[in-house]
């Protein structure tokens, strides 16, 4: 089983930034993608980037796409969301995820098979 605990969330003015972190812990596997996705009240989970183990595949929402950077460190189990220019649409509660290996749709919420408590962005006008 692996665990994830995300980190980094709060409230920022539009135009601020946020940078998220995820750990993961326990059997973490490799070859793994590690993905964020967020939910806003009333509305269904939506994917918002994903990273691959080695990093040569990431891929993003259109909606957050040369506003939001996603990286990891191997090395310390550790994904990254860096969140610049903050728009009051991206307030949600941001989950983050990891793939049980390589997957062939990694946009795809369902692929992912752990999954993190969330931390809620609240970005204000």
């Known amino acids: 089983q692996m665990q994830l605990v995300e980190s980094g969330g709060g409230l920022v003015q539009a135009g601020g930034s946020l940078r998220l972190s995820c750990a993961a812990s326990?059997?973490?596997?490799?070859?793994?993608?590690m993905g964020w996705f967020r939910q806003a009240p009333g509305k269904e989970r939506e994917f918002v980037a994903t990273?691959?183990?080695?990093?040569?595949?990431?891929f993003y929402a259109d909606s957050v796409k040369g506003r939001f950077t996603i990286s990891r460190d191997n090395a310390k189990n550790t994904a990254y969301l860096q969140m610049n220019t903050l728009k009051p649409e991206d307030t949600a509660v941001y989950y983050c995820a990891a793939t049980d290996g390589p997957v062939v749709a990694p946009r795809f919420r369902g692929l992912y098979k752990y999954w993190g408590q969330g931390t809620q962005v609240t970005v204000s006008s």
């Open positions: 326990g059997r973490t596997s490799s070859n793994y993608f």
């Open positions: 990273i691959s183990w080695s990093g040569s595949i990431i």
